[in-house]
C-alpha cells in the first residue's frame, strides 16, 4: 500500500511540474506607434524569457521557456512596421523561439508586467526606430493674411494600443471612439480661420501621460489642450457628458476623484516603464497655473465647452457645471487644458450613441463651439480672435473669470499692471467676475 501511495505521489508531482512547464499563449497583440512597435504577449503566469538582437541580417530573436506559443502570428498585421516576416520555432524541447525579421535596424527593450485590470501578466517587447524621424521643433504661430496668429488647440484622445479604455455592453472599446471623435473634432476645426488644431495622438498606440503636455505644449506650442475621453461606471444607468478641469483643492466631487484616479491609471496599463512617468511636484504646477491664470481660464473654457455640449447631449446629472481632479494629464501651465467626457459608454444606449459617426459630429461641433466662444470672449493679443473683435489693431479685451486677478491678466497678455489700471481708469486692483477690460498695446 505505501509503495502504491509514493507511485501515486510521484505521478502527481510529475504531472504538476509538467502543467506548470505548460504555460500556453493564446493572445499577442502589435502596436505601431511614431517611433517603435510593441509586442505583447499576455499571460497566465510570470516565463523565463531571453532577447538577442543579431545583424547580418537584422533580426530580433526572443527565446520563451517552457511556453507553448498556441497564437498564429500570421495574424499580425506589421506592414506599417520595420518588421518583415515573424518566425516561430520550437528547441531543445522546452523553449519555443520567436524570431522577428527586420528590414531596418532597431533598439529592443523588453519588460515583464504585472497584473492590473483588464489584464493579467504580459510581457512586453518594444522595437524602437533606431534612427527615427527628428522631433521637428516648436513651429512659431501662423500668421494670417492681416498679421494674427492662429490660436493653437491640441486635441488628446484618450487611452490607445495596449490601454483600451473602457470598454461599453457591446464591447466598443473607448480608445477608439475618441479618436475617431478627435479626429472629427480636427477636421472641423482645419476649416476655421483662427484656430490650428493638432492631434497628440493619431492612431492606435498609447502616449504617456507626461508625453501627452510635452507634445502639444512643447512641440506644438499649444494655447488650448482638449483630451477626449467616455466615461464608465458600474452602474449601467448612469449617463451623460461633463467636463473636468485640474483641482488645486482636492476633487470637486467623489465621482471626480474616481474618474481622475482611474485616468491616471492609464500608464499602467499600457505598460509605461517608470522613469517614462511625470515627477513634477503638483505644487510647483498649481503655483505656476495660478500665477499664469491658466488655470481659471480653464474653468472657463470647460463652461463655454459644457454648455454647448448641453444642447446636443444630456448632461450628467444635468449640472452646468465644470467639475475638478488631479488629472495628470491636465498638469501644464502653459496651456488652457480641459478633459471631455463625452458620456458614458458603459450606458448602453449612450454606447451606441458615441460609436454613432452622426452623433461623433454633434458632440465635436459643439466642442468647437464653445472653443470658439471661448476665443471669442478671451482674444489673446496678436490672434485672429483679437484683429476681428478690435478691427486688426493689437488691443484685446479680457472678460474677468472667477480666480482671475489683475497681476494675473497683466502675466496672460505680457502687459504690466500699471498699463492695464491707466487702460481702464482702475484705481485699485479691485475686479470683479464678468467685468471687461481693454488690454493694451504690449
Keep these: 500500500m505505501l509503495f502504491l501511495r509514493l507511485i501515486c505521489l510521484s505521478w502527481l508531482m510529475l504531472w504538476s511540474t509538467f502543467a506548470l512547464s505548460a504555460q500556453g499563449i493564446d493572445s499577442v497583440r502589435l502596436h505601431r506607434g511614431p517611433d517603435h512597435t510593441r509586442i505583447v504577449f499576455d499571460l497566465n ?8 538582437k543579431l545583424a547580418n541580417p537584422d533580426r530580433i530573436v526572443l527565446d520563451l521557456i517552457d511556453v507553448d506559443l498556441n497564437f498564429d502570428v500570421a495574424r499580425l498585421e506589421y506592414s506599417d512596421s520595420p518588421i518583415t516576416n515573424i518566425r516561430v520555432g520550437k528547441h531543445d524541447g522546452n523553449r519555443t523561439r520567436v524570431v522577428f525579421d527586420l528590414k531596418d535596424s532597431v533598439r529592443p527593450r523588453t519588460n515583464l508586467l504585472k497584473p492590473v485590470d483588464p489584464f493579467g501578466w504580459r510581457l512586453v517587447i518594444d522595437l524602437y526606430d533606431d534612427d527615427p524621424a527628428p522631433v521637428k521643433a ?4 501662423l500668421q494670417e493674411s492681416g498679421g494674427s496668429r492662429s490660436m493653437i488647440v491640441a486635441i488628446d484622445a484618450g487611452h490607445g494600443g495596449e490601454d483600451p479604455g473602457a470598454r461599453g455592453p457591446s464591447g466598443v472599446y473607448e480608445k477608439n471612439v475618441v479618436l475617431a471623435m478627435s479626429k472629427r473634432l480636427y477636421n472641423l476645426m482645419k476649416k476655421e480661420p483662427g484656430i490650428k488644431p493638432v492631434l497628440v495622438r493619431d492612431g492606435d498606440y498609447y502616449v504617456p501621460l507626461a508625453e501627452r503636455r510635452k507634445i502639444a505644449s512643447d512641440r506644438y506650442q499649444a494655447d488650448v489642450f482638449i483630451s477626449i475621453h467616455a466615461d464608465a461606471f458600474t452602474d449601467h444607468k448612469a449617463h451623460g457628458a461633463s467636463v473636468f478641469a485640474l483641482s488645486n483643492r482636492g476633487a470637486t466631487s467623489a465621482r471626480a476623484g474616481y474618474l481622475a484616479k482611474i485616468a491616471n491609471e492609464s500608464d499602467r496599463v ?35 465647452v459644457l454648455e454647448e455640449m448641453g444642447d446636443v447631449t444630456k448632461l450628467h446629472g444635468d449640472r452646468k457645471k465644470v467639475e475638478q481632479a488631479a488629472f495628470a494629464v491636465l498638469k501644464e501651465p502653459s496651456m488652457v487644458s480641459i478633459l471631455v467626457e463625452t458620456g458614458f459608454i458603459s450606458n448602453r444606449t449612450e454606447e451606441k450613441n458615441l460609436n454613432s459617426s452622426r452623433h461623433q459630429e454633434k458632440l465635436a461641433r459643439a466642442i468647437l463651439n464653445g472653443v470658439n466662444q471661448y476665443f471669442e470672449t478671451h482674444p489673446a493679443p496678436g ?30 497678455y505680457s502687459v504690466s499692471e500699471s498699463a492695464l489700471r491707466n487702460q481702464n481708469n482702475l484705481s485699485s486692483d479691485v475686479i470683479k467676475v464678468g467685468q471687461v477690460l481693454t488690454i493694451p498695446r504690449s
Excluded: C, F
Excluded at 45 to 52: F, I, S, T, V
Design 45 to 52: 503566469a510570470p516565463l523565463e524569457h531571453k532577447l538577442d
Design 270 to 304: 499600457a505598460g509605461v516603464y517608470e522613469e517614462e512617468k511625470d515627477n513634477n511636484g503638483l505644487l510647483s504646477v498649481l503655483a505656476d497655473m495660478t500665477m499664469s491664470g491658466s488655470m481659471a481660464h480653464s474653468l472657463y473654457l470647460g463652461r463655454q
Design 138 to 141: 516648436a513651429p512659431k504661430p
Design 383 to 412: 490672434s485672429w480672435y483679437a484683429a476681428q473683435r478690435g478691427g486688426g489693431s493689437d488691443v484685446a479685451s479680457h472678460r474677468i473669470a472667477p480666480g482671475d486677478t489683475l497681476s494675473s491678466i497683466a502675466r496672460r
